[in-house]
């Protein structure tokens, strides 16, 4: 039977259980669970944070509404840090963890009531901008992983985007997008991991694909940034690799700022894009324990690596060690032939 013949949400976890998880967990911990701004449709974007040490460590994890097992992962993840523990306050000893677990709680709210949830936001059909990624008139529904480029000198954005500064409009599209833009930059955030979601690939084994990454591209990510986040990238191939359920190929991404993953990266963070197999509509619950586990190994990894300090260790080349790009399971299709749901498969 086909992983797909049943597209079932009802496992995963509701925008309402999701709110109220986060509050009992800072009710009974030392989390701290404060929203951090509003969504278009009125809902609570969610952040947490656990206190420690100075290095300001920030997951964003379902900018993408469609993307939602990385939303299960990061839940798990906080449950444990909740916990506490030995291993959790040796990590905590370094590093101070930030997460937003649903950066779009309006893009999965469909799936609540066992809908379709969408990539982008809920912005209305009636508002509109002009903007100078994708030109004026932009109405309606906005992908938040395409507004990272607000706070960024439109100077910088003119000479490496060759984007028109003038048409920068006032206010994101994306609230969601700015309030994790405007708390990364109030706590000083050293790293951003940002955790999301890609149909099927196979590498030339005819191996299934669980994991993708990449670091910013952009031209005016300082280079210091760039090898922290090509570190990030490395060692987390390096650890998981051999797992047994982790099998990696590099992010074919672009270069431009407006990606979370090239802005923060400009900014001069350490900055990494993570794509796991299990788009929402490819898959819907099928496979999805596994799955939680690949992305939460993955998400535990890096924390422990940063807190013993071996992930600054990896020479920054070893991202290049990463497998190069699979091919898709409808490769056979041609590309002519891809319709909106394969060609909405980027970051
Ligand atoms: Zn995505």
Same mark, same amino acid.
């Given at each position: 039977m086909p992983e797909t013949a049943n597209i079932n949400y009802n496992s995963f976890t509701s925008n309402e259980k999701l709110y109220k998880t986060l509050e009992a967990l800072d009710d009974r911990s030392n989390l701290v669970y404060e929203p951090i701004g509003e969504t278009w449709e009125g809902r609570p974007v969610p952040y947490v944070r656990v206190d420690g040490g100075d290095t300001d460590v920030f997951y964003t994890a379902q900018q993408h509404g469609d993307e939602n097992h990385v939303a299960e992962a990061a839940l798990q993840l906080l449950r444990r840090f909740a916990a506490g523990g030995r291993r959790v306050d040796s990590i905590l000893d370094e590093l101070t963890l930030h997460v937003v677990p649903r950066h779009n709680p309006d893009g999965w709210a469909p799936a609540d009531d066992n809908e379709t949830p969408q990539r982008r936001n809920g912005r209305p059909d009636d508002v509109c901008h002009d903007g &100078?990624?994708?030109? &004026?008139?932009?109405?309606g529904p906005v992908d938040p992983n395409r507004q990272h480029y607000f706070g960024i000198d439109p100077d910088i954005l003119e000479a490496v985007d060759g984007i028109d500064p003038d048409l920068i409009p006032d206010e994101n599209p994306s609230p969601e997008t700015q309030a994790m833009l405007d708390k990364a930059e109030e706590v000083g955030a050293d790293m951003v991991m940002d955790f999301h979601h890609q149909f099927t690939l196979r590498n030339d084994d005819c191996e299934l694909i669980n994991a993708s990454t990449l670091w910013p591209l952009n031209e005016a990510a300082p280079e210091e940034a760039v090898d922290l986040s090509r570190q990030i990238s490395a060692y987390s191939y390096q650890q998981t690799k051999d797992l047994g359920h982790t099998t990696w190929d590099t992010y074919p991404g672009g270069t431009t700022a407006n990606i979370a993953r090239n802005g923060h990266g400009v900014r001069g963070r350490g900055s990494v894009l993570f794509e796991f197999r299990g788009q929402a509509s490819d898959l819907g619950n099928a496979s999805k324990g596994r799955l939680v586990t690949v992305i939460n190994t993955v998400m535990n990894e890096l924390l422990e690596g940063i807190g013993s300090g071996e992930l600054y260790d990896v020479d920054p080349a070893d991202a290049d060690d990463i497998p190069p790009r699979g091919d898709y399971f409808w490769k056979e299709l041609p590309r002519s032939e891809w319709g909106p749901e394969h060609e909405a498969y980027r970051e």
């Open positions: &100078p990624y994708f030109g &004026p008139n932009q109405c």
